[in-house]
């Protein structure tokens, strides 16, 4: 079991659907990340919150909007997506906004995985 | 951002030592050096991180090259559990917060 929860597990949706990916943690971390992975590949980071505030953006598509609402939530909305966006979207928190500086390693969720059709 | 070469997979028997070798030539003199690693149909999860000296924990060592342009992860006796992908990753700060950028990974199998 992981600390972070991710919702859902799986979704599959239509290029004209709108949809949201929920990632929820209560440890009490500043920072929350998302991450995209395709099959056989890294994971790839997509944005970085820190304090509830966006601080790092990957250049990504405006396809994918994130929001936090509160500390403990994050969510990814999708609209328009594109069959290539088809992958395993990971959610993260850390303590810090700084991973791996004062003991403050990433909390990976399971991921949900998406299916563009 | 500073870069990491790992081999693509490696072998190990079972309760046997598993060296997991990194080369992170480009790196920075404030870059730190994390391993995570993702077992199937998982999110990864953290096994350890260092700067300039080696460090141990329950998990495994680490061991950073003195020039730091290299390290090895090291699993003293691998487990069936510890077939995974191994990610040595380089973090590095900016003024917005941190990164932590994946490179490709090294597969692990561990035979019985």
């Known amino acids: 079991d992981t600390e972070v929860t991710q919702t859902p597990k799986h979704l599959v949706m239509g290029m004209t659907n709108k949809k949201s990916l929920k990632c929820e943690q209560h440890?009490?971390?500043?920072?929350m990340y998302w991450y995209k992975q395709k099959a056989k590949k890294p994971p790839e980071l997509m944005f970085v919150y820190s304090y509830e505030k966006l601080s790092i953006n990957e250049s990504v598509p405006s396809r994918f909007s994130p929001e936090c609402p509160n500390s403990s939530l994050l969510n990814l909305h999708l609209h328009a997506l594109q069959p290539e966006d088809s992958a395993l979207y990971l959610c993260?928190?850390?303590?810090?906004?700084?991973?791996?500086?004062?003991?403050?390693?990433?909390?990976f969720g399971n991921g949900t995985r998406l299916t563009v059709t | 951002d500073a870069k990491t070469t790992q081999p693509n997979s490696m072998e190990s028997n079972e309760e046997e030592p598993v060296h997991l070798p990194c080369n992170h030539s480009t790196i920075s003199g404030t870059d730190y050096i994390h391993w995570y690693r993702q077992l199937p149909s998982q999110g990864p999860e953290y096994v350890i991180h260092?700067?300039?000296s080696n460090v141990n924990n329950r998990m495994a060592s680490l061991a950073i090259a003195e020039d730091r342009k290299s390290s090895t992860l090291i699993l003293h006796r691998a487990t069936l559990r510890d077939a995974a992908v191994y990610y040595c990753i380089l973090f590095a700060i900016y003024n917005q917060g941190g990164k932590l950028i994946f490179g490709q990974g090294t597969e692990l199998s561990v035979k019985p």
């Open positions: 993260a928190s850390s303590r810090t906004e700084r991973p791996g500086l004062n003991n403050s390693p990433l909390h």
């Open positions: 260092g700067l300039t």
């Open positions: 440890m009490g971390h500043r920072a």
